[in-house]
C-alpha cells in the first residue's frame, strides 16, 4: 500500500515542485524530496529499529557492487549526455565503460563467495523468463507515461502539475490492480500475467486510437500555454496527429536550459 501511495502522490507532488519552482531549480527540484524523505527515514530507522548484531559470516561483495555501480552511472550518464548534447566522444566512452564494467560484474559474480545474484538462479527458466518479461513490461509502460507527459505538456499546453493530475488515475489503476492481483494469484496462476498484458494492450490501444484521431484538438486546457504549442502554432505547419506526438515528445528541436523549454522560434 505504501508504494501505491508513492505512486499516486509522488507524480503530483513532483508537479507542484515543477510549478513552485523552488530557488529557480525548475524541475530539479523535484529530486529535494529525497534527501528531506530519505532524512526522516534514517532519522526513524536510527530511533525505532530494534539492533541487530547480524551475521558476522554473511557479507557484501563490495567488487560486485563497485562494477554494478559504475555500471549504472557509465550507461545512464553516456544515454543521458548523448541525447541531449550529441554523441560525442565522452558520452561513447562513459557507455563503453559502462559494457565494460557489466562485463566484470557478471564475471565477478561467478567467482565471489557472496555474489549479488547467485547465478543459480539464471538456469531457472521460469526466473529467466519472468525477469526479462518484468524489465521489458516496465520499461515500455515507463517509457509511455514519459511521452504521455511531454505530451500533455507540449502538445496539450498542460502545467506539470494538471499533466501529473491528468496521470494519476493510471497510477490509481497501478494500485488497484496490486490488490486484487494479491487474491487472485493463486487462483489463476501464470494466467493472471497474461490477462494482465491484455488489459495493458488494449488500453494502449484505445490511447492510440485516442491520439490518433484528437491529437491535441482535445486539449482541455484553452490557454495553450506550453511554449512548444505556441511555436508550432505561429510556424503554421499543417501536421499529422501521429507525427505532432512524435515532434513534441522526441523531437531534438526542443532544447532545454535551465530545466525550462526554450523555443526554437
Not at 2 to 19: H, Q
Not at 35 to 62: F, H, I, R, S, W
Not at 134 to 151: D, E, K, Q
Not at 205 to 228: E, I, K, Y
Request: charged share 15%; net charge positive; proline share 5%.
Amino acid at each position: 500500500m505504501g508504494k501505491g501511495l508513492c505512486a499516486v502522490g509522488g507524480p503530483i507532488l513532483a508537479g507542484f515542485l515543477i510549478d513552485a519552482d523552488l530557488f529557480s531549480l525548475g524541475w530539479r527540484s523535484m529530486f529535494l524530496i529525497n534527501l528531506v524523505l530519505g532524512g526522516a527515514a534514517l532519522a526513524a530507522a536510527v530511533k525505532l529499529l530494534p539492533k541487530d548484531t547480524g551475521t558476522p559470516e554473511t557479507g557484501v561483495d563490495g567488487l560486485g557492487s563497485g562494477f554494478l555501480a559504475v555500471t549504472m552511472l557509465g550507461l545512464l550518464y553516456g544515454l543521458i549526455d548523448g541525447s541531449g548534447n550529441g554523441w560525442t566522444v565522452v558520452p561513447i566512452l562513459a557507455i563503453a565503460l559502462g559494457l565494460v564494467s557489466f562485463v566484470l560484474f557478471c564475471r565477478r559474480q561467478r567467482t565471489a563467495s557472496a555474489p549479488l545474484i547467485q547465478p543459480s538462479l539464471l538456469k531457472n527458466k521460469g526466473f529467466t523468463s519472468g525477469l526479462i518479461l518484468g524489465i521489458v513490461f516496465f520499461a515500455v509502460v515507463a517509457g509511455l507515461l514519459y511521452v504521455l507527459s511531454v505530451f500533455m505538456q507540449n502538445g496539450l499546453g498542460y502545467t506539470p502539475l494538471h499533466a501529473a493530475l491528468g496521470l494519476s488515475p493510471v497510477a490509481a489503476g497501478i494500485v488497484l490492480a496490486s490488490i486484487a492481483a494479491y487474491r487472485l494469484i493463486a487462483k489463476l496462476g501464470r494466467t493472471l500475467i497474461l490477462v494482465g498484458l491484455v488489459v495493458t494492450l488494449i488500453g494502449t490501444g484505445w490511447l492510440f486510437a485516442l491520439v490518433l484521431v484528437t491529437g491535441s484538438a482535445g486539449s482541455a486546457d484553452p490557454t495553450r500555454s506550453s511554449p512548444a504549442w505556441r511555436c508550432a502554432r505561429r510556424r503554421g505547419k499543417p501536421r499529422g496527429r501521429l507525427r505532432e506526438l512524435n515532434e513534441l515528445t522526441v523531437s531534438p528541436g526542443w532544447p532545454r536550459r535551465r530545466g525550462r523549454p526554450r523555443s526554437s522560434c
